[in-house]
């Protein structure tokens, strides 16, 4: 299976993008910004085609099999400099921590009169995309590219 995430725009903290699985937009996607210099919690990954497993044993993994009864965090494989990094749920930038989260529909909201990129809907995004990501990963390799637009 073959996940294609483009991203889309880039704001000064925020880059949103979306999640296809083959022609079909499954989510949007929201990161952390581009760095020239790693920030940790606070640079996206690099472009590029990642190995994508289910990592069972983390807190994080105990968290959402208790809340959302899901079998272990969508995790990219051998990332550059980063470490543990996840397709997972949240709101803004504050939640990616170098991740990427996933969400329905995109609203902006207006903070000390800048406008803010949230996703709404993001659970739900994220427990469409996890069982089918489960499901691939019992009979393929399952991969996603991030393409810099």
Avoid at 22 to 30: E, K
Wanted: net charge positive; charged share 30%.
């Amino acid at each position: 299976m073959e996940l294609i995430s483009p991203r889309r725009f880039d704001t000064h903290d925020t880059t949103l993008g979306e999640l296809f699985i083959g022609d079909y937009r499954q989510c949007l996607t929201l990161e952390d910004t581009h760095r020239h210099e790693k920030i940790p919690k606070k640079t996206r990954i690099g472009a590029g085609r990642y190995e994508i497993k289910l990592r069972k044993s983390s807190p994080m993994a105990k968290k959402y099999r208790d809340k959302y009864g899901t079998d272990g965090m969508i995790w990219l494989q051998n990332v550059p400099e980063f470490e543990h990094v996840y397709i997972h749920i949240g709101v803004d930038r504050k939640s990616t921590d170098g991740c990427i989260i996933v969400g329905n529909t995109l609203y902006m909201e207006t903070k000390n009169g800048v406008l803010v990129p949230r996703l709404w809907h993001s659970s739900k995004a994220y427990l469409d995309l996890h069982p089918k990501i489960v499901k691939a990963l019992k009979t393929e390799r399952v991969f996603i590219t991030i393409i810099d637009n």
